[in-house]
RNA sequence: GCGUCUGUAGCUCAGUUGGAUAGAGCAUCGGAUUUCGAAUCCGACGGUCGCAGGUUCGAGUCCUGCCAGGCGCACCA
């Protein structure tokens, strides 16, 4: 069976330990690392020195003893004691041939397991994640939350958990008073047919309305009014304001479309209008609330200002109307009470993390979810301009999210019809060229995107993540291609071989290969607890290197013409599981494959 | 002022939650192709891990204090 190597490993070492030392001998899994040196070995356990402080007595002796009776005959060569008393465990080419081997066929539904089981509790987990303003155009600030997010939706699917993407749209407040008004203004057929509605440009439309409102008192006051009657349930005027919200969703759903983004649930801040006030009242009666300058707050601890007074959580401003506090804390009680949550993740930038931490003690000291629920800010750091500042247009402005997404595939349009002028053999028809540049352009903006670690701010370099060499989607993409090349060439249909074919794995170059499909398992278990992407891309970067050596005609091996035909079909199966391998990480990444390129 | 994030090779970034001699890519220099996809592979060069203490068998990683930068701190969301 294809399964966690480090897992393994920790279950025998455990017994081990316990055998010899007493069952109530203290264990760590962490004990078991891989190690970062080769020479060192492909693993190491490094318990001896914590347990020789517990047990009294010399890690070399523990060393010596756990190697003594430790079963691992079947999983690495006989262990080496080195330094204070690291265990080096070296996988035996059989270890790595029967794991292989045991990888079942290609499975056909959205996620590719490669055969994996994962046995923790199911649960229910909704992701907040892109939750852009509907007033205005999608920008580039959207793109970590919502790249991450669904990333990390697909993580946890993959694992077994049921997840709901919600989009926490800004649908609701002052300014949509504004944008009515104008658009009654200018498009007055709206209300009679709500689906004439057509605004090209969602920026252009809220800076013409911004004017109307600053250059005349007239329509400043019917915006005003135009707030207070959407707050009251006046029907024509939510239908105006449901024609704009639907509009500009179409903006939205149309830049999701090409993210690949399918399953994300548009739940603005309107939806939770009616429950701000009991919700508020909810708490109120539990005594939470307080009555300060006016507001009504709940003052949580260690939270304070910068002169130092406690430092309050708004639920309601003096002049009544509620705030996104108290929006947020009803979305929370409808994401526990009503969808079931038992872990609420919120893909949102760093500089949010107060707002968080204040929500998030607010809901613990209500009581509203059990100790067990997991309420958790995916924080991120900003994207930059290649300069290391904000990123900006020249101008200035912000840039529009469907620019720089149509900029990212024509360059990749560019490179691959300079390709193709070099390469007479392998033409491509236009509609391939427009398939593989819009796969090469969108999947290189989100693996540059997702192969920064999350806290840290990073530099946006279309020339870097357009580039064949080094971490990037295009390096990527273009190894899972050739393996799919070689099938196509060879005339074999790579998903079509004998699932029980045996893999024998002798080479240097099929050991290093085989070595890291080996390790998918554990780093989808550690991903799949740390939610962090850049371990999955830095995990596909080495595979496609090895795979790069595994094929190198210098240091590699043949293939398609390899002989015995035992041999061959021996790594014409390694070849698919390491393409399944790339295709189902960079799924989970979010970023689709190409045949061909 | 308080809080928070960041500081690693000339540049852009990793660093598996405390493990052995800190790693990639780019750039620079050198090598491999009578093509199973060279959009590749191999090698060389390059480091006081911001600074100073501390914790311990062991610190880029943990604690404290500095230095530098980003962001957030009462009715916008």
């Not at 920026?203 to 109307?212: G, I, L, N």
């Amino acid at each position: 069976m294809f399964s966690n190597t480090m897992k393994l490993l920790g279950d025998r070492f455990r017994s081990a330990v316990r055998s010899s030392f007493g069952d109530d001998c203290p264990f760590d899994d962490q004990w078991i690392k891989p190690c970062n040196d080769p020479r060192f070995g492909d693993y190491q356990f490094n318990g001896a020195l914590p347990l020789a402080k517990s047990l009294q007595k010399k890690p070399r002796d523990i060393a010596e003893t756990l190697a003594g009776c430790v079963e691992l005959a079947d999983i690495s060569a006989p262990l080496e004691i080195a330094g204070p008393g690291f265990l080096n465990i070296r996988l035996t080419n059989a270890y790595l041939s029967n794991a292989l081997t045991s990888i079942p066929a290609g499975e056909t539904s959205e996620y590719d397991r490669l055969g994996l089981q994962f046995d923790e509790a199911v649960e229910t987990v909704v992701v907040d994640m892109s939750s852009p303003n509907l007033a205005k155009e999608m920008h580039v600030g959207h793109l970590r939350s919502t790249v991450i997010g669904e990333s990390v939706s697909r993580i946890l699917e993959f694992a077994g958990h049921t997840v709901e993407r919600v989009n926490h749209v800004g649908d609701w407040g002052t300014q949509f008073g504004m944008l009515i008004t104008h658009l009654r203004d200018v498009q007055p057929d709206v209300i009679s047919d709500p689906d004439s509605l057509a605004i090209g440009d969602l920026e252009a439309f809220y800076v013409a309305a911004k004017k109307a409102f600053d250059g005349s008192e007239e329509f400043a006051n019917r915006a005003r009014q135009a707030v207070v009657q959407l707050q009251g349930g006046d029907e024509e005027t939510l239908a105006v304001w449901r024609a704009f919200c639907d509009e500009s969703l179409r903006h939205c759903h149309a830049i999701y479309d090409r993210l690949g983004i399918t399953k994300l649930e548009d739940r603005g801040e309107s939806f939770y209008n009616d429950q701000l006030a009991p919700t508020v009242q909810e708490l109120t009666d539990a005594g939470m609330v307080e009555t300060s300058d006016g507001a009504e707050c709940i003052f949580l601890d260690d939270f304070k200002n910068r002169d130092g007074e406690p430092l309050p959580m708004i639920v309601r401003k003096s002049d009544g109307g509620f705030n996104y506090s108290a929006t947020d804390l009803a979305a929370v009680r409808h994401r526990l009470r009503d969808i079931g949550a038992t872990r609420l993740i919120y893909v949102v930038g760093i500089p949010q993390q107060q707002h968080f931490a204040m929500l998030f003690a607010a809901i613990r000291k209500s009581g509203w979810a059990a100790d067990s629920v997991r309420l958790e800010h995916l924080a991120f750091g900003s994207m930059l301009g290649r300069d290391g500042k904000p990123f900006k247009t020249r101008e200035g402005g912000t840039v529009k999210l469907k620019n720089l997404l149509e900029e990212a595939v024509q360059a990749a349009r560019a490179a691959i019809d300079q390709r193709q002028g070099d390469d007479d053999d392998r033409s491509l028809s236009e509609s391939q060229k427009q398939t593989i540049s819009e796969a090469v352009g969108i999947g290189a903006v989100k693996y540059a995107d997702l192969s920064h670690s999350l806290t840290t701010d990073y530099r946006f370099d279309m020339e870097q993540m357009l580039s064949f060499e080094g971490n990037t989607a295009p390096y990527m993409l273009y190894a899972y291609a050739r393996i799919r090349s070689i099938g196509r060439k060879a005339d074999i249909d790579l998903d079509a071989l004998p699932s029980d074919a045996p893999i024998t794995i002798e080479h240097d170059a099929e050991i290093a290969l085989a070595k890291m499909i080996t390790r998918f398992p554990e780093v989808i278990s550690q991903i799949v607890r740390d939610l962090r992407p850049n371990v999955l891309t830095e995990y596909l970067y080495e595979l496609s290197k090895a795979f790069s050596r595994f094929y190198d005609r210098r240091h590699g091996v043949r293939v398609t013409d390899a002989e015995p035909e035992s041999t061959r079909m021996s790594r014409l199966r390694l070849c698919q599981i390491t393409a399944r391998t790339i295709k189902s990480g960079l799924y989970l990444l979010g970023i689709d494959t190409i045949e061909q390129m």
